[in-house]
């Protein structure tokens, strides 16, 4: 079956701009979850949703940073007003259907270069 | 809390060598645990977990890891090193009955096979 699509696979946009970034996960997964990585870094978590709520924002490094799911679904990643120091890459997880010691499934990821 | 350190950031192995990549983890209870590898330019790949019983778990690739309660460590390990294993490679954790919560990773070791 298919994996975790991410949309675009790169993005070049000039400061001060707004993107979106696209996650549709595995099909039935109920858990999604956007991380940020740095030049080939570690992951930072931003965000993660079960269903389409969003018990933890907890890692959104600024308010110009959102994040919604519909429909149990796909996600979007917004970031307004981007800065330099947005640019990284944003991946995308999901994972389960409820409980479980289910591994997350990552996405290829949106490489974000802020110009 | 929970946290993982890879001690670490870069192994380097002559091909044929055995590898290992260390690990470990700190939680206020039971874990479960797990390794990905990210090769470059590439999202996240699942390598293996930890969930209950054998302490020695193998998984893709023929890698596999043993998990030790007493030192609380989730060493990676294969018996003969390939050049195309050279990855970055990231263990993590979930506390046990937490549900899907995001799991919590390391900062990553990248591994390099030398011929």
């Known amino acids: 079956g298919a994996g975790v699509s991410q949309s675009p696979s790169n993005k070049v946009t000039e400061k001060g701009k707004d993107v979106e970034l696209r996650c549709d996960p595995i099909s039935g997964h109920t858990a999604l979850y956007w991380y940020r990585q740095s030049l080939g870094q570690g992951l930072e978590f931003l965000i993660y949703f079960q269903g389409n709520s969003a018990p933890d924002k907890s890692g959104l490094p600024s308010d110009r940073f959102s994040a919604e799911r519909t429909g149990g679904s796909v996600s979007t990643l917004t970031i307004q007003r981007t800065q330099q120091e947005d640019s990284a890459v944003y991946l995308c997880a999901s994972s389960g259907t409820s409980g479980g010691p289910y591994e997350q499934y990552f996405g290829p990821g949106t490489r974000l270069t802020v110009t | 809390a929970q946290s993982v350190a890879q001690p670490e950031d870069q192994v380097n192995v002559a091909e044929g060598n055995p590898l290992t990549v260390k690990c470990t983890y700190s939680?206020?209870?039971?874990?479960?645990l797990f390794w990905y590898v990210q090769y470059p330019n590439r999202g996240l790949q699942f390598l293996l977990k930890y969930i209950t019983g054998d302490n020695l778990v193998k998984g893709s690739y023929g890698f596999e890891a043993e998990f030790n309660k007493s030192q609380t460590s989730f060493h990676l390990k294969k018996p003969s090193a390939l050049v195309s294993d050279s990855a970055l490679y990231f263990c993590a954790v979930r506390l046990r009955n937490s549900g899907n919560t995001p799991l919590v990773f390391g900062k990553g070791t990248r591994l390099s096979v030398i011929a």
């Open positions: 939680v206020s209870g039971n874990p479960y």
